[in-house]
């Protein structure tokens, strides 16, 4: 089988793509993959690290105002739907899948007017401006929450899950909090705010330091590069303490995830999608920095459903966050219920269920 996978923008559509990529690979080791991105974005960079085949299209997005850009980019769309149709026609494949973003949008539009099979694939709650168009175009829709689904053509809509999900199942009990100068036996919280860091958690746990070196839990802070020579400098000092590690970043990220006790961040999709798989109880922070304050309605179904509680960005300081950090740490009974809430939540045959999508629209 041949497959043309498209997706950009930001690793919330890159990765999910990927982790699917990968469990094909698996289990049809003769499958064919090709990879369209944007000759910018930040899947020109991560994509073919990996080996898959990759080609790029030249796109960008429209001003929300009245703005000359758009006639560029409407110009731009034009031509990107012709770049597509040749890398198609070329390629030749069985099925074309969409993650999100505007390379999304060009590639998978040249795909339904060509007559070849079609799917889009929406990580978050509510979906973006090119999922929503694409919706009535394509074979089928694959969701993530619930909840996303009133926003597509109720026959095409598919709760298939992230398929980090699946990825993230196989990481079990190992030693590598040692790795990060922590105790694997010792009750632990992981705090990230992203592969960049976020300011605003930076700085509460800046405030909240010098009293979370006082409890009997041990903690895991990944500042961001951004932010790393900033805290390390300031609490130099910290190097002696015993229950924490401040680290600029985590590249073994889930495996981390699997050996911890509680997760705090922000409440983007791919995150959810791994904690929720391993049962894993979290703190979320939506950032409200994002289109449609997607990461609040991400995190408000799964705080309905008992498995995280939730601080808002503007109320997020140090007080607030040791507060809700204790709340759960020094309730074994709260905790176990929220890990189990958690993992109701999780999908962790997501890859399963899209590759299952696939074989039934491919004829």
């Given amino acids: ?44 960079k991560i994509v073919p690290e990996t080996g898959t085949p990759f080609k790029t299209i030249k796109i960008q997005g429209f001003k929300r105002k009245v703005s000359m850009d758009n006639i560029k980019t409407l110009q731009m769309f034009m031509e990107s739907l012709k770049r597509s149709k040749e890398i198609i026609k070329e390629f030749r494949p069985d099925v074309v899948i969409g993650t999100g973003g505007y390379v999304s949008g060009s590639v998978v539009f040249a795909a339904a007017r060509l007559k070849i099979p079609t799917i889009v694939h929406e990580q978050n709650s509510v979906p973006g401006i090119t999922n929503k168009f694409l919706s009535r175009f394509v074979d089928k829709v694959g969701i993530c929450f619930p909840d996303a689904a009133q926003y597509f053509p109720e026959k095409k809509t598919v709760l298939v899950g992230n398929p980090r999900a ?71 000092a910290g190097k002696i303490w015993k229950n924490i590690s401040l680290q600029p970043y985590i590249k073994n990220m889930t495996d981390v995830m699997a050996n911890v006790d509680l997760l705090i961040g922000r409440a983007g999709a791919t995150s959810i999608a791994e904690f929720t798989a391993l049962g894993l109880p979290a703190i979320l922070i939506p950032s409200p920095y994002v289109t449609n304050d997607h990461q609040t309605k991400n995190a408000k179904s799964l705080v309905d459903a008992g498995a995280v509680s939730m601080i808002k960005d503007d109320e997020l300081t140090g007080e607030s966050l040791i507060k809700a950090i204790d709340t759960v740490m020094n309730d074994y009974q709260l905790r176990t219920k929220m890990a189990e809430a958690s993992k109701k939540e999780g999908i962790p045959d997501a890859a399963e269920r899209l590759w299952r999508l696939v074989i039934s629209i491919v004829k």
């Fill in 166 to 236: 699946q990825e993230v199942i196989a990481n079990g009990k190992s030693e590598v909090l040692s790795d990060y100068g922590l105790t694997p036996e010792r009750s632990t919280v992981l705090i990230f705010g992203g592969s960049q860091g976020a300011l605003k958690i930076n700085q509460a746990v800046i405030q909240a330091l010098p009293q979370l070196a006082k409890k009997d839990y041990q903690v895991l802070y990944a500042s961001g590069e951004r932010y790393f020579q900033e805290l390390n400098h300031k609490f130099e």
């Fill in 1 to 44: 089988m041949k497959i043309l996978v498209t997706g950009g923008g930001t690793g919330g559509h890159i990765y999910p793509a990927l982790a699917f990529i990968r469990y094909v690979k698996k289990i049809q080791p003769d499958a064919e993959f090709l990879y369209v991105g944007t000759h910018r974005g930040l899947e020109n």
